[in-house]
């Protein structure tokens, strides 16, 4: 841990304190994966005498088996080696029941409604960091632990104030704060993030130097049961909690409204989204190229299309968020530092770099106009806000205007 502090120290954010670490006989506990950042995160706290490793099982359907083994089986028996090597109890708790109320089945109602949620931020809300807390504060009682976690983002205290603010990550290619901007900001006086400080070839170094087992593990991407970064396997996966809802693929233009195939439920596609399986005639040079989802009619269960990935009618600049939950003790506090900024940016996807706001108008929801367009800014998706670093809080899109 003592180098982590020093190179916080070196990569210190402009009117921020360092992180706060556990006393060396405090409880500590580790959320731990499977994966090569949290099982660094556990040997950098190997030495304490209160620590203990938890492994949280949120998943076990029949579905989520992709390889040989599931995702699941694998992940545990890494997170006991890691426990066995450096000397750690691991424990597995089971949230699947909370997993499924909380996160899945509205992820699906979301999907079905034609929304792009993102299930990787209620899963840290209502499970991670809401069922497992509940679970820490009766067994330790209520701040009587640190949490440690793998996440790449940092917990920081203000020079001037005594809070704790959430901030991305030194390390931009593996920043996690977006899918923790939901988080209940209760839990931050007592969260160390220590990868937050590190990149990830200094993980790498690290594992190595511990010798964890899983030193070498790649990354893992997207929710369990599924990579949700590959589409098709995905849509395969929703297929079997989703009904098929045909529908017609549309382009308007002057020529009016034309028919150029079917999609199989709005669920299946996301606003920006290359569409294939459909033929227009490529000798018109009106067809050519490459066509994209612009346009969700839920009203009609029509999909329009446009030609070319830079299309105008991708863009906006102006969205409306809905249920804003910021990431400070104090809401209104927070709303009105917010109205009286002229320095905040946001994110609607977690690796994009942040874009430049204009104004915001707040009423019974938040509207936010952008000083640039944004390509296919989605219903659903989480817009985060930002105060340089510091993540002020996220809500999902209600719609773009």
């Not at 996440?151 to 920081?156: E, G």
Request: include cysteine; charge should be neutral; glycine fraction near 8%.
């Amino acid at each position: 841990m003592e180098r982590v502090l020093q190179l916080a120290a070196k990569r210190a954010v402009q009117g921020f304190r360092g992180p706060a670490v556990p006393s060396k006989f405090d409880n500590v506990v580790i959320a731990m994966s499977g994966g090569v950042d949290s099982s660094v995160a556990a040997a950098m706290f190997a030495g304490y005498p209160n620590v203990r490793g938890v492994y949280m099982q949120n998943w076990s359907e029949s579905q989520s088996v992709s390889d040989a083994e599931p995702c699941y089986e694998r992940d545990w028996r890494d997170a006991q080696r890691v426990g066995e090597h450096l000397g750690i109890p691991v424990e597995k708790v089971n949230f699947e029941s909370d997993y499924w109320i909380d996160v899945f089945e509205p992820m699906l109602q979301e999907y079905d409604a034609g929304r792009t949620p993102n299930p990787d931020i209620g899963c840290n809300r209502f499970v991670k960091f809401g069922k497992m807390r509940q679970r820490l504060d009766e067994q330790y009682g209520a701040g009587n632990y640190w949490l440690v976690t793998g996440h790449y983002s940092r917990v920081l205290q203000p020079a001037n104030r005594d809070e704790y603010h959430l901030l991305r990550s030194f390390y931009r290619p593996k920043d996690q704060s977006y899918y923790l901007s939901q988080i209940d900001p209760k839990v931050l006086n007592q969260l160390v993030l220590p990868m937050g400080h590190l990149t990830k070839p200094e993980v790498r170094e690290l594992a190595q130097e511990y010798n964890v087992p899983t030193a070498d593990k790649r990354d893992s991407q997207g929710i369990c049961f599924v990579n949700n970064s590959q589409h098709k396997r995905f849509n395969k996966f929703l297929e079997h909690y989703l009904q098929k809802q045909e529908g017609d693929i549309i382009t308007v233009d002057d020529g009016g409204r034309k028919v150029w195939g079917k999609h199989q439920g709005m669920w299946s596609y996301t606003l920006g989204q290359k569409i294939g399986g459909i033929s227009l005639p490529q000798a018109d040079p009106r067809y050519t190229g490459a066509w994209y989802v612009s346009e969700k009619r839920l009203d009609t269960n029509e999909l329009v299309i446009v030609r070319g990935r830079e299309n105008p009618k991708l863009y906006h600049n102006t969205v409306l968020v809905s249920q804003f939950l910021p990431l400070h003790h104090n809401r209104e506090n927070l709303l009105q530092e917010i109205l009286r900024s002229d320095n905040l940016t946001l994110r609607y996807r977690s690796l994009m770099e942040p874009t430049k706001i204009d104004r915001i108008e707040i009423s019974q929801n938040m509207q936010i106009t952008l000083q640039t367009p944004q390509r296919a800014m989605a219903p659903g998706q989480y817009a985060c806000l930002l105060s340089g670093d510091r993540v002020l809080g996220s809500g999902p899109i209600l719609k773009t205007l």
